[in-house]
């Protein structure tokens, strides 16, 4: 999973794996999921993500370690 932040947009989009986008669906107003084609999501694009999330820090909890990859 890999976490991308835009500062000029104030965008978030969340890689959830490699697979390539074939459909999305806003879920809410400047939400969007990103579905591939078996219909597994994919990533998670959040507009305005300052107003909704706390940036200034991010936790893990309960990953599996041996599985972990800190890039």
């Not at 835009?6 to 459909?23: M, V």
């Not at 999501?41 to 507009?47: L, M, N, R």
């Not at 107003?51 to 599996?64: G, H, I, M, Q, W």
Request: no cysteine; proline share 4%.
């Amino acid at each position: 999973m890999k976490l991308h932040y835009d500062r000029e947009t104030d965008s978030l989009h969340i890689d959830l794996n490699a697979r390539p986008s074939a459909d999305l669906r806003e879920v809410q107003e400047g939400i969007v999921i990103d579905f591939d084609a078996e219909g597994r999501p994919v990533g998670i694009d959040i507009q305005h993500a300052s107003e909704f999330l706390d940036l200034t820090t991010v936790e893990t909890e309960s990953l599996p370690a041996g599985k972990l990859k800190i890039a």
